[in-house]
């Protein structure tokens, strides 16, 4: 697996595989890769000639320092699963490189997205994730990219950038990958206990039970139960809230089969985990 740093490396390299007129398929990720990340690369592999992986820890994304500093880094471990899985290639760039400083940041007007769910509760995150995959789009110009689905709503806003300015990507936006318990994999489950793991399986459990309900109840009264759940277990609810699947506009009544999303984040030992279920 060939190891880039820098955007000269990547782009010499890169510029001989284009006149090839090889497949380039590109799993972005921030590192502490779990299987979620591995079923991505997965499937990129699968689906093109070539896969590359970045591995960047984008400090633009985060509104809340310490969240930033407790993100658990193991590049070491990083590279021997994505070895694992045939990846081709991975960009594991430093500050100078993915923000030189002469760079330009770009704006995009992304309207509700940055206004609902974890727009308005972690300002300036989905600017700074826009940042980094502008660059990093423009620095791969991948055929194809690969997003997890528990990240709803920057799929969302991925597919906005991609719209304004990189229509020739396609973007493949991947199922939650999730442990047997129900807990959706992400990087930030390394943060909790055994006993953390164990409370946090009961968000899946929240979710699947509101689907249910859905046939059955109102909305409102859904949402309430679900609440209710949360709250018996002492478990801090950030929001838990079902909106329009395509456009994550809010509804008052359940929307037409398979146009539902219930989102939710909540608070356990601390770490704040999201998850969703589309129904
Ligand atoms: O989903 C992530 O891991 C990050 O937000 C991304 C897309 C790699 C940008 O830093």
Known sequence: MQIFN??????????????KGIKLGFVPTMGALHEGHIDLVKRSVEENDYTIVSIYVNELQFNNTNDFINYPISKDRDVEMLKSVSC????MPNK?????????????DIGMLNKVF???????????????VYRLFDYIKPNTAYFGLKDYQQCLVIKALKNEFFNSIHLVFCPTV???????????NQRLSSTGLIEAAFIYKVLTT???LSVHIEAFDALKYGRHLFIQKNIEIEY???????????????FKKNKNIVLVAVYIEGVRLIDNIVF
């Open 96 to 108: 100078e490189v993915m923000y030189p400083k002469n760079f330009k940041k770009i704006t995009l």
């Open 240 to 254: 838990l809230e079902f909106a329009n699947a395509d456009t994550l506009m809010p509804g008052k009544n359940w």
């Open 210 to 212: 509101i689907r249910d």
């Open 178 to 188: 999730r442990t047997e318990s129900g807990l959706a994999m992400s990087s930030r």
């Open 88 to 91: 081709d290639a991975v960009f």
């Open 6 to 19: 820098t955007q000269i490396e990547l782009e010499g390299f890169l510029s001989k595989i284009r006149k």
């Open 118 to 132: 974890e727009g308005p509760l972690r300002p300036g995150h989905f600017d700074g994730v826009l940042q980094v």
